[in-house]
Protein backbone atom coordinates (compact mmCIF):
# COMPACT_ATOMS: atom_id res chain seq x y z
CA UNK A 1 0.00 0.00 0.00
CA UNK A 2 1.26 3.48 -0.94
CA UNK A 3 0.87 6.49 1.03
CA UNK A 4 1.22 9.85 0.53
CA UNK A 5 2.64 12.47 2.80
CA UNK A 6 1.37 15.32 -0.53
CA UNK A 7 3.94 17.52 -2.56
CA UNK A 8 7.25 18.19 -0.80
CA UNK A 9 10.71 15.95 1.13
CA UNK A 10 10.69 14.17 4.15
CA UNK A 11 14.20 14.46 6.00
CA UNK A 12 14.75 11.28 8.25
CA UNK A 13 18.09 9.04 8.97
CA UNK A 14 19.59 5.35 9.35
CA UNK A 15 22.14 4.13 11.00
CA UNK A 16 24.30 1.86 9.69
CA UNK A 17 25.92 -0.60 12.34
CA UNK A 18 28.63 -2.35 9.98
CA UNK A 19 30.11 1.38 9.10
CA UNK A 20 29.17 2.66 12.75
CA UNK A 21 27.90 5.80 10.99
CA UNK A 22 24.87 7.35 10.29
CA UNK A 23 22.79 8.15 6.75
CA UNK A 24 20.20 10.79 6.51
CA UNK A 25 17.79 10.29 3.61
CA UNK A 26 15.97 12.87 1.79
CA UNK A 27 12.50 10.99 0.47
CA UNK A 28 9.60 12.40 -2.00
CA UNK A 29 6.82 12.97 0.34
CA UNK A 30 4.41 11.64 -2.26
CA UNK A 31 5.88 8.20 -2.13
CA UNK A 32 8.03 7.41 0.73
CA UNK A 33 8.33 3.84 -0.64
CA UNK A 34 10.53 5.26 -4.01
CA UNK A 35 14.38 4.94 -3.31
CA UNK A 36 15.61 8.14 -1.67
CA UNK A 37 16.13 11.38 -3.60
CA UNK A 38 19.15 11.96 -1.62
CA UNK A 39 21.32 10.09 0.56
CA UNK A 40 24.43 11.73 2.78
CA UNK A 41 26.62 9.12 3.88
CA UNK A 42 28.53 10.71 7.08
CA UNK A 43 31.77 9.59 8.93
CA UNK A 44 29.68 9.06 12.32
CA UNK A 45 26.39 8.29 14.18
CA UNK A 46 24.48 10.68 14.55
CA UNK A 47 23.10 10.54 18.20
CA UNK A 48 20.18 8.27 19.15
CA UNK A 49 17.24 11.45 20.18
CA UNK A 50 18.55 14.06 17.51
CA UNK A 51 15.37 15.54 15.96
CA UNK A 52 14.09 18.92 14.54
CA UNK A 53 11.48 20.61 13.43
CA UNK A 54 9.61 20.98 9.53
CA UNK A 55 10.10 24.13 7.98
CA UNK A 56 8.51 25.67 4.91
CA UNK A 57 9.86 25.11 1.57
CA UNK A 58 10.55 29.13 1.35
CA UNK A 59 12.65 28.36 3.67
CA UNK A 60 15.54 26.64 1.95
CA UNK A 61 14.98 27.14 -1.90
CA UNK A 62 17.43 29.80 -1.60
CA UNK A 63 20.21 27.82 -0.11
CA UNK A 64 18.95 25.34 -3.33
CA UNK A 65 18.90 28.04 -5.95
CA UNK A 66 22.53 29.21 -5.17
CA UNK A 67 23.74 25.87 -4.94
CA UNK A 68 24.56 25.35 -1.50
CA UNK A 69 22.39 22.45 -1.08
CA UNK A 70 22.92 19.58 -3.35
Known amino acids: MKRSAGPGRLLGYGYDAARGAS ?3 ILGAENVSDPPVATV ?3 RRVPFGLH ?6 SDANHLIEEGSCV
Request: hydrophobic content about 25%; glycine content about 8%.
Open 23 to 25: DPV
Open 41 to 43: HLP
Open 52 to 57: DTGSPA
